[in-house]
C-alpha cells in the first residue's frame, strides 16, 4: 500500500510511505498417545504398531493438513517447526492423514500441528490393525492437559470438558477435538523432563495447543479351563487306589519381544495364574479321577503343568502326560525319561523364551529365570504346552483336556 503524504509544487508526488499489512494465520496443535487396558496390558507387545486416522474441518468445509511430525529424540518440536512450517503447508496436504503409534510411546513423539486455529479434527483408530485374534476390544478417547499423555484427564468427551472432545453419535470409535483459537503460548505445569532417547517435552507450550488425544483399547481375551483326566494301570496299581494326585498349574502371559529378543512378561503379576488341581478318584472308579483347573487362561497363555510324586512303596512309577484322544493341535513339550532342568530346559524356551528359562540381560535390564518353571523336589512330571485357540470360547465355556496316566 502506497500513502502519498505530500505533492511537490510542479505537481509530481513528493514524499510517500509504503505500509505492509501483514497477516498471520493462528495455528493449533495437539499430541496423539496409545494406550492398551484390560487383558492387553499383559498380552500386546510393544512392537504392535497402532493406526490413527485423522482429518479436519474449519467452519464446517474439510481442509487439507499436513501429515504428522514423528519427531525424533532430544529434538523439541516447538523450536524445530518454524524451519519446517513452509515445507509442511506446501507438501502432500490430504483431506486425512494418519500415525503409526506403538502403546509405550509417550505423546511428543507424534505431533500434529500446523493445524488452523479453530478447526475441528476427528480421529478414529483403525478397527483392522486394533483388533487381536480371538479377543473383544472397546475403544475409548480421553485428552490429557499436557504434552505427553500422562497428565490428568480434561475431556473424557462424553462427560467432562465436551467444549474440548466430543464423540460422534452414540459410538466412541471416533472423537472430534477443538482446537482452541486466541490462545497464547502458556507455562507447561506438567512439565517433566523426558528421557535421553525421547523428544524435547517443551516448557512452554506452543499457541493453541489442546493437550494430548489419548486412545485406550481394553481388551478381553477367550479363555479356556484346563481339565485333567488320571488314570492308573500297571501291575502294581492296587498300590494307588483310590490315592489323590495333586498338580500344578502355572500360566503367564505370551512373552514380549525387545530389539528381537523375548523377555519375561513383567507388566501385570496379576495376569500370572498358580493354581493347584486335585484329582481324586471316587467309590467305582477307584484308578481314574478328573479335575478342572479353577481359572479361566486367555489364549495363547503358556503354561506348565507339574505332578506332585506318588507315594510308590517298592513299585516304580511312570508317568505319562499327553493330549487328550483327538486333540491335534495343542503344543506340548515331549515325553523325557528324566524331567530334570538340564532336559527341560531346551524345550521350554521353545515356549517361554531364553529369559524366563536361563535369565539374562536385555537392554540393560537384568532378568532372573523364573523358578515357576522347572519341577520342585516333590515333583517328578513336568510338561509345557500353550493355551490354543482351538479350546477357547467367548464366555470361557471351553475346555482343554490333558491326561495323566502312571
Not at 498300590?239 to 500360566?251: E, G, I, N, T
Request: charged share 20%; proline share 5%; glycine share 10%.
Amino acid at each position: 500500500m502506497s500513502l502519498v503524504t505530500r505533492a511537490n509544487d510542479n505537481g509530481t508526488a513528493g514524499n510517500s510511505l509504503n505500509l505492509t499489512v501483514p497477516y498471520r494465520l493462528q495455528l493449533g496443535s495437539f499430541t496423539v498417545k496409545k494406550k492398551v487396558g484390560g487383558e492387553g496390558v499383559a498380552m500386546i507387545p510393544a512392537s504392535h504398531m497402532y493406526k490413527v486416522d485423522y482429518g479436519c474441518t474449519l467452519n464446517g468445509q474439510a481442509i487439507g493438513i499436513p501429515q504428522a511430525r514423528e519427531i525424533v529424540k532430544q529434538e523439541d518440536a516447538t523450536h524445530t517447526l518454524p524451519g519446517k512450517l513452509a515445507a509442511m503447508l506446501s507438501g502432500d496436504l490430504a483431506q486425512t492423514q494418519s500415525v503409526n503409534i506403538g502403546r509405550f510411546q509417550q505423546g511428543e513423539r507424534h505431533l500434529v500441528d500446523a493445524i488452523p486455529a479453530g478447526a475441528k479434527c476427528t480421529l478414529s483408530e483403525d478397527p483392522e490393525v486394533a483388533k487381536r485374534d480371538n479377543s473383544r476390544w472397546d475403544n475409548t478417547w480421553e485428552i490429557t492437559g499436557g504434552y505427553r499423555g500422562r497428565e490428568n484427564i480434561i475431556s473424557n468427551c462424553s462427560s467432562q470438558g465436551t467444549d474440548i472432545c466430543q464423540y460422534q453419535g452414540n459410538s466412541t470409535v471416533a472423537a472430534t477435538v477443538q482446537v482452541p483459537r486466541d490462545q497464547r503460548e502458556r507455562v507447561n505445569d506438567t512439565y517433566k523432563a523426558a528421557g535421553k532417547n525421547d523428544p524435547i517435552v517443551p516448557q512452554t507450550l506452543p499457541e493453541n495447543f489442546v493437550g494430548t488425544a489419548v486412545v485406550w483399547n481394553d481388551y478381553t481375551f477367550e479363555k479356556t479351563q484346563v481339565k485333567v483326566k488320571y488314570q492308573v494301570g500297571g501291575n502294581g496299581k492296587r498300590l494307588a487306589k483310590s490315592q489323590a494326585v495333586k498338580l500344578r498349574l502355572y500360566c503367564k502371559p505370551p512373552t514380549l519381544q525387545a530389539n528381537g529378543q523375548k523377555v519375561p512378561n513383567t507388566l501385570n503379576g496379576a495376569a500370572i495364574y498358580n493354581t493347584t488341581i486335585t484329582l481324586q478318584p471316587q467309590v467305582g472308579h477307584e484308578y481314574e479321577a478328573e479335575g478342572v483347573a479353577d481359572v479361566l487362561l486367555p489364549v495363547g497363555y503358556n503354561c506348565v503343568i507339574a505332578q506332585t510324586t506318588p507315594v510308590s512303596y517298592d513299585a516304580k512309577v511312570t508317568p505319562v502326560l499327553h493330549r487328550d484322544a483327538g486333540d491335534e493341535t495343542t503344543i506340548l513339550t515331549e515325553d523325557l525319561d528324566e524331567y530334570t532342568p538340564e532336559k527341560l530346559k531346551p524345550q521350554l524356551k521353545q515356549l517361554f523364551g531364553e529369559i524366563d528359562v536361563n535369565g539374562g540381560t536385555v537392554d540393560g535390564k537384568t532378568y532372573p529365570a523364573d523358578g515357576n518353571l522347572m519341577p520342585t523336589e516333590r515333583e517328578f512330571l513336568l510338561k509345557g504346552f500353550r493355551v490354543a485357540k482351538e479350546w477357547v470360547s467367548p464366555l470361557g465355556a471351553g475346555i482343554q483336556k490333558q491326561t495323566v496316566s502312571i
